[in-house]
């Protein structure tokens, strides 16, 4: 089936610096993927849609300036947090293949 | 805007018991509808989505438009069902999902 790869699964990194994520379709192309955030316990929200070839769509809220998302190939999308503070801390998901497929997400901790 | 509401944190449920989940939704056109399940330290799995009309894992949910509703049932609980469950909608803008808060599903022998 459908395999959305997320990379990586797990960092952490100092307060200032920025952090890049990557997710990829496996088997497939995507020409649209989604980011998510997760806060401990709480549910997913969606953070913005990742377009192949153009600009990302942010969702209400969501500082397009801090996550930096690209979406250069129809295979991959990154999204870059810029400038991470303590309070970026969070699990990202990515999602593709129509949006229902997930990767296994990446923990985010600043320090 | 759309809303989903998963109004229970957490069920907790004996082997073998009948388990529902329900969720309640708010959207203002034809709304797809799906239920995601996370287990311990796994990704988030679709389970199934109300146009498959599936049943998958002996789950079951059928979307009820005049309740906005898309409760999921399972007749006879086992304990590899303890996980987490998330209740989405789609609405018309490409596919994106918005959640509900989840519910701990707890499965005790």
């Known amino acids: 089936g459908a395999v959305v790869s997320q990379h990586p699964s797990w960092v952490i990194c100092k307060s200032g610096t920025s952090v890049k994520i990557e997710c990829r379709s496996l088997d497939f192309q995507a020409t649209t993927m989604f980011w998510y955030r997760q806060f401990p316990k709480q549910s997913l929200m969606l953070m913005a849609t990742?377009?192949?070839?153009?600009?990302?769509?942010?969702e209400q809220g969501v500082e397009k300036d801090k996550f930096l998302i690209n979406h250069a190939s129809l295979t991959l999308s990154t999204l870059t947090v810029t400038s991470a503070h303590p309070e970026d801390s969070s699990f990202y998901i990515c999602?593709?293949?129509?949006?229902?497929?997930f990767g296994s997400g990446t923990r985010l901790t600043v320090v | 805007a759309q809303r989903v509401t998963q109004p229970e944190k957490l069920l907790s449920v004996f082997k073998g018991a009948p388990v529902e989940l329900k969720c309640n939704y708010s959207?203002?056109?034809?709304?797809?509808l799906f239920w995601y399940v996370q287990y311990s330290r796994q990704r988030l799995q679709l389970l199934l989505r109300h146009i498959s009309r599936e049943s998958i894992k002996g789950f079951t949910a059928d979307l009820n438009k005049g309740e906005t509703s898309f409760h999921l049932k399972k007749p006879f609980a086992q304990e590899e069902d303890s996980a987490m469950y998330y209740c989405?909608?789609?609405?018309?803008?490409?596919?994106?999902?918005?959640f509900g808060g989840g519910t701990r599903v707890l499965v005790k022998p």
């Open positions: 990742s377009n192949e070839g153009s600009k990302a769509t942010y």
């Open positions: 959207y203002s056109g034809s709304p797809e």
């Open positions: 999602s593709a293949r129509d949006g229902y497929t």
């Open positions: 989405a909608l789609s609405g018309a803008a490409g596919n994106k999902l918005t």
